[in-house]
Each structure stands twice: as C-alpha cells, then as structure tokens.
C-alpha cells in the first residue's frame, strides 16, 4: 500500500469551498419548504409525505450523505491510498453495494403497505393509501442512496469538495419545479379532496427524480477523475475492499440503528393529527444550519482523523478533536438558543403563507424549541463518531446505538404522554445527550486519557454565553411585539433580525473573553472573507 503525499490544501480552504457549497444547497431546500408549506400545509399530502418518505429518505441522507456510513468508509480508507488505487476499489464497492440494495428496493416495492402500517399504525385511510403510493414511486433511492454515498467519500478523498456538498440541490429543485407545473395546472384547487393523491405522487416523483440526477452528476466527475466508472467488479480480495468493509458495515448498522429510533417516533407520532408534517417542518429549520455547519466542521476534519490515527500521532488527534468539538460549541450553542428564544418568529416568518395557517406556526415552533435545547448535541455526537471510523472501530458506535433503540422508545413512552408532540423531540434530544457522553467516555480509554479539565470549564463558559444571548434576542423579540401589535411580513422580519443579531453580538462578546484558539480561527477567517 502506497503512502503518497496528499495535496496541501488548508482546513480554511476546504471549509470555505463546502460552507458556500452546502449554503446554497440548503437556501434551496429551504424554498423547497417553504413551496411545499405554500401548497399542502400541515395537511395529509405532505403528512403521508412524511411518512413514506422515512425509509427512502433515511437511506439517502444517512448512506447518501455526506459524513454518513459509506461516506466515512470510503473517506477513512482512500485517504491513505493513492488515487491510482481508487477505481478498482470503489467499483468493487458499487458492485456489491448495488447488489444489496436492488434487492432492498423490491422489498420495498413490494411491501409498501406493510412497512407504512409499521411506521404509521394510526394513519387515517387516505393518508395510508397516498403514503403507500409514495413509498413505491421513492423505493429507487435505496439504490441511489449507496451509490451517492461512495460518490461522496471518493470525491472527498480525492480533495474535490464542492460537488458532493452542492448536489443535493438537484433534489430541491425538482420539487420545487414538480410543484410549480402541478399549481399551474390546478390554481387553488391543489388542496382539494380529488387532487390530494396527485398532489402526493408529485412530491414523490420530484424527490425521485433529484436522486437520479444527484447521482449522475457525481458520475461524471469519478469518471473524469479516473476514480471508476459505472463498471461491475467482484475483486473481493483487495486489501481496500476488505478494508472499507470493515469500517462500512458496523457504520451502516449503527446508522440503521437511528432508523429503528424513527420507527419508534413515527409511531407515536401517527396518533397525532399534523405531527410528522410538524416534525419535517422544524427538522429543516434546524437542519439547515446543522448541514452547513456539519460540512464545514467534519468534511475537511475526518480525513485528517484518518491521517492521525496511528499512536504516535494522538497528541495532535487529541488537538484536532477538540478543535472540532469546540468549533461546534461555538456554532451549535448560540443557534439553540436563538431555536429557543425566537421559535415562534422564525417558523412565522419562514412558513406562514398559504395553506400554512398560525395553528401550524405554533404547533412548528413547540417542536422547533426542543429541537433547540439538543442541537449542540446532534454534530457533536456526529464529531466523535467519526473519531472512531477514523481509529478503524464501527463496532463502539454501534454498540451504543443498540443501547439508544431501548432508550429512545422508553423516552417517548415518557414524554410524548407529558408533551405531546414536542416530546418525540424531546426523546431524540435524551439519546443524542447520552450518545455523546457515552462515546466521550469510551474515547477517553481508548486514546489513555482526554484533558476533561481544559476541556470541560470554556465549554461551560460557552453555555453561560448562549445563555445570555438567548435571553437578550427574546427580550428584543418581547419588545418589538409590544410596540407594534400588527405584525406585517416586514415587520415579522425586522423584528427577527434584529433580536438574532443582538443575541449574537452578546454570545460573541462573552466567547471572546475566553480567548479560545477556536474563537481566531473563526475570526480570521470572516476577516479573509470580508476585509481586505
């Protein structure tokens, strides 16, 4: 195995190239909502959407993504490899990953109705039989999904990253187009009873049909790069083969773990009117800037863990772990609590037109607010995951990720009957706390030792920060309902930038009293990008 230089290209370069990439990515699946919000609401289109959308979705953002399983696999084991060692083993790879996943897309197929009476028992009859119907149309994507993710992880091993973080756009935009024909054609008759069905196979086919595209677009660069083409290959025996196994398969179940946890959301979630609509709404608020953020933390980080994994190296590994973990304290934090402070304007602002009445607003911003309280947690957890892909062990993740499936179901016993809705994300919220801890603790023996006390005390110090920020954004937020009762779009806005902005500047002003290296990365690079 070959050891070769990699390209020198700084962790500022390659966060900046995927922040604008991912950035323009989730602006257009933010209008995707936004259009979908429009035209179904919180009605049974898009909460069959919701619930069809759980296996083929799951499996795209999860093996598809980018930092999901085949993506770290790939990335963890090509990061050490020369490129001229890529093709034979990511063709190998596709070859046995299609296989795989062709034959879960018949099952798919075929017991649509079986798996949606598994996730959504309760479903009335209409939004079974449109749910159903979706799921059939999306059951390609289980495919599409695998070979995203090796895309993904090639690419990135082979220092190209503006591709993979900007393609899931495509997926965006087909919606949105699907959507626009489908309005034209209907006007304002696109809620009623006859057309919902058709409403819902237009979401279906749009998200479809953005995969495909997805995927050949990332084709195109491999085969241009000479990273292996559309090409069947059974060379099972190469060292990289065996390799990328290793680490895929725990990863893969681990991830598949988080499915199950799903399963288990879902089915509570199906004895309440709107609730998975509601969910897929305040999960992309916050998805959004988790996407980008996660990009840009773990895209340029994780082949570098892979480059540092060897015991000789820990010191500097232990160095750029925290590095991640405090780059996402300063960015996680201070976005919760804005979640939490500002829940009500935000979903208003962002969704309330259309078919989007108020009730919907609060019921989002119920959801948005304890989506808030975990979201240092949700990269977090996701930073030390990789950590363990990089040191060659799936098999710690996946042991805490059987753990969490008794967990989250136990969570949701508890707190869906104390409040509603918001306790499925509540739930999530407690098994995400653990996972980190837990994987914190196991880290800890594993690298003989982590500095809890250089660690432990500026995390704090970053809390109290958020803390203060959310309370100075909620006061201005108070004031400006105050002083205009009518709140118009512009003034809906205005009152959310400028709450937003002074619960930043407190949070920036208290991080930079802790004198943090973490806290001068991100200062110099804003001045690179804007003082010149």
């Known amino acids: ?294 990009n840009v933390i773990l895209v340029p980080l994780f082949p570098l863990f892979s480059r540092l994994a060897a015991p000789e190296n820990w010191t500097e590994l232990k160095a750029r772990i925290r590095q991640g973990l405090f780059l996402t304290a300063l960015t996680m934090l201070p976005l919760g609590a804005l979640a939490i402070a500002l829940a009500v304007p935000i979903v208003r602002v962002i969704y309330e037109r259309g078919a989007f009445k108020s009730e919907a607003s609060q019921l989002v911003a119920s959801l948005l607010v304890a989506y808030g309280i975990g979201m240092f947690f949700y990269l977090g957890r996701d930073v030390l995951v990789r950590v363990f892909y990089a040191l060659g062990d799936g098999n710690t993740p996946f042991r805490i990720s059987i753990v969490n499936i008794f967990l989250n179901a136990l969570l949701d016993y508890l707190l869906v009957s104390r409040f509603g809705a918001p306790g499925l994300v509540l739930a999530t919220v407690g098994v995400n706390v653990t996972s980190t801890i837990a994987l914190l603790w196991f880290l800890d023996r594993k690298l003989h030792g982590l500095p809890w006390r250089e660690w432990g005390l500026p995390f704090l110090g970053l809390t109290a920060g958020s803390v203060l920020a959310g309370l100075a954004s909620w006061g201005v937020s108070w004031g400006f309902q105050h002083l205009w009762s009518t709140q118009t779009l512009l003034l809906q806005l205005l009152q959310l930038s400028s709450a937003a902005l002074v619960g930043l500047s407190v949070f920036a002003l208290f991080a930079a009293q802790l004198k943090l290296p973490e806290v001068d990365i991100i200062v110099s690079r804003i001045r690179q990008k804007f003082v010149r």
């Open 1 to 294: 195995m070959s050891n070769p230089q990699k390209p020198s290209r700084s962790l500022a370069g390659i966060a900046g190239i995927v922040a604008v990439a991912t950035l323009i990515s989730k602006v257009f699946g933010l209008v995707r909502q936004q259009v979908i919000a429009a035209a179904f609401g919180v009605g049974p289109a898009f909460d069959a959407y919701s619930f069809a959308y759980v296996i083929p979705g799951f499996l795209l953002i999860l093996l598809g993504g980018i930092n999901g399983p085949f993506h770290s696999a790939i990335v963890s084991v090509l990061a050490k490899r020369d490129k001229s060692e890529a093709a034979p083993i990511v063709e190998t790879i596709t070859t046995l990953v299609g296989a795989i996943l062709l034959v879960v897309s018949i099952f798919l197929i075929l017991g649509a109705g079986f798996f949606i009476d598994l996730v959504g028992p309760e479903l009335s009859q209409q939004a079974r039989a449109i749910a159903i119907s979706q799921l059939q149309i999306m059951a390609p994507m289980a495919i599409l999904a695998g070979f995203i993710g090796i895309g993904f992880g090639t690419l990135n091993a082979a220092d190209m990253y503006w591709l993979p973080s900007v393609s899931p756009l495509f997926s965006s935009i087909t919606v949105i187009g699907g959507i626009a024909i489908l309005a034209l054609g209907l006007g304002e008759s696109i809620t009623a009873p006859e057309n919902v069905l058709l409403g819902g196979k237009v979401l279906a086919w749009g998200t479809l049909a953005g995969a495909v595209l997805q995927w050949l677009v990332q084709l195109g660069a491999q085969w241009r790069s000479g990273l292996g083409k559309l090409r069947l290959r059974f060379n099972w025996k190469l060292p990289g083969v065996n390799e990328v196994l290793r680490v895929m398969g725990p990863a893969s179940l681990s991830s598949g773990m988080l499915q199950i946890n799903l399963y288990t959301d879902l089915y509570f979630a199906s004895s309440i009117q709107g609730a998975a609509a509601a969910i897929n709404y305040a999960g992309l608020l916050v998805q959004t800037p988790l996407g980008i953020i996660s």
